[in-house]
């Protein structure tokens, strides 16, 4: 018997009725308050603190996943903040750390032995995230009100592309993109055809982003997924093992491959610029791909300059020049890229409690990939390699939607975890019932 069985119609705690509201507003990211504040922090703030005030109750065993990671990266900051030249942004920077971590723990807290309630979160996510969509499809597609799509545009660092209520359209293809297969992995709606149509609407919001991240993070999270279906299917241990090495093996040589022709050859870069000019003559993807050879080349910029520029003596190399603050060498730009900012901002000292904490997030979605996974649920983990692929050419791990993806995939396999061993270990044992004893037979008597 599971542990979520026992308690399939109790009520929901109180905290995780106030987390759905903050769920439905993740995207309401404008109008932009201090300290990168949001609409939406309104609503999340008031969950932590009712979450807080349930960390209280005595009985309650807490979970604090990534707790060391995330203290080696914020002790790293401080140091590295101490000795920088603008430390009010660092500051700022290490107080959403904080924040998107304690949301991060409530939320697994919350989530974690309740499977009804995990359910409830995805499908709140999933069709909040389908209303969000009629916003970029509604600019892409032109059926939105023109004094509506206008306000919208106005608000947007781009006017041809559309980003929803988030002012960045890279922001909104992460969150539409997570979104995709948090409806994957959701239990409602039921119905197959329903949730290929919302499916394909999601994926039309990602075009209408014009992120051409949001597109590699879509081949990505879905190759991820159909590798975990060939596992799945492969059935044996012996054959579930060989699946697994072939799939490295592919992935090893399409990595050789194209850091090769990117380093080597630079035919990549060709290639990128071919398929770019096709594109700007009016090609569908015009708005994505066709500027993929101007986004690559400012990316590569961005880069440069900031290996350039932090490389400034060992005390940088080893801490950085301080946590968002790499805005201040390269044109008061960020890197876009999650594993440099790091090393720019924080130093190869941060860069190791960063790849430290990738190496525990892939640990823990390569658990709900495997075939002892949870079988609606694997799309989580494949979420979490979307994202990685998006980081790669954008900072990531300070948007809130990506810590609740993380908590959702530690509630996930702590839950399963906890029911595996329910399982192999009876609840409650049934009390012994005394055994009759054997009546001595009697003997006759002689007469």
Not at 8 to 33: D, K, N, Q, R
Not at 53 to 77: C, D, E, G, N, Q
Not at 192 to 217: C, F, N
Request: aromatic share 10%; hydrophobic share 50%; charged share 15%.
């Amino acid at each position: 018997m599971s542990l979520s069985r026992g308690r399939a119609h109790a009520p929901l705690p109180f905290s995780v009725i106030l987390l759905l509201p903050a769920v439905v507003l993740l995207p309401l990211l404008i109008p932009h308050g201090p300290y990168n504040t949001a609409p939406v922090d309104a609503l999340i703030a008031l969950y932590l603190v009712f979450a807080l005030i349930a960390w209280a109750v005595p009985k309650r065993v807490m979970s604090f996943p990534l707790a060391a990671v995330t203290a080696f990266i914020l002790a790293v900051s401080l140091i590295g903040i101490g000795m920088s030249q603008f430390p009010g942004p660092g500051r700022t920077t290490v107080i959403i750390d904080v924040y998107l971590y304690v949301f991060f723990v409530a939320a697994v807290n919350d989530l974690r032995h309740d499977r009804r309630a995990v359910g409830i979160v995805l499908s709140t996510w999933a069709f909040s995230a389908l209303v969000w969509a009629l916003l970029a499809n509604g600019i892409t597609f032109h059926f939105l009100p023109d004094g509506l799509a206008r306000l919208i545009l106005s608000n947007s660092r781009a006017l041809n592309r559309a980003s929803a209520t988030t002012d960045n359209p890279n922001l909104a293809a992460s969150y539409f993109l997570i979104s995709l297969f948090v409806l994957a992995a959701a239990p409602r709606p039921r119905s197959r055809p329903l949730r290929w149509l919302a499916a394909i609407w999601l994926i039309l919001a990602i075009y209408g982003t014009g992120s051409v991240a949001g597109l590699v993070g879509l081949v990505t999270g879905g190759g991820v997924m159909m590798g975990s279906f060939l596992v799945r299917r492969a059935g044996t241990t012996v054959r579930q093992a060989q699946v697994v090495i072939g799939l490295m093996l592919v992935v090893l040589a399409v990595a050789t491959l194209a850091v090769t022709q990117l380093v080597v050859t630079r035919s990549l870069l060709n290639e990128v610029a071919s398929v770019s000019a096709q594109q700007k003559q009016g090609g569908i993807f015009q708005n994505s791909l066709g500027r993929s050879n101007r986004s690559l080349h400012g990316r590569l910029t961005l880069w440069t300059q900031g290996l350039e520029k932090s490389s400034g003596g060992a005390r940088q190399e080893l801490l950085g020049v301080g946590a968002g603050e790499a805005k201040y060498t390269v044109d008061y730009k960020s890197l876009h890229n999650d594993i440099l900012a790091y090393l720019v901002e924080r130093g190869i000292i941060g860069l190791f409690g960063l790849l430290l904490l990738y190496w525990f997030a892939f640990r823990q979605s390569v658990r709900l990939l495997g075939p002892r996974g949870p079988t609606r649920l694997h799309p989580l983990g494949a979420a979490v390699f979307a994202n990685f692929a998006f980081s790669m050419t954008h900072q990531t791990l300070h948007f809130r939607h990506v810590w609740l993806l993380f908590a959702l995939v530690w509630a996930v396999t702590g839950r399963v975890r906890v029911e595996a061993e329910a399982e192999d270990q009876p609840l409650e044992e049934a009390p012994r019932q005394p055994q009759p004893q054997p009546q001595p037979q009697r003997q006759p008597q002689p007469v």
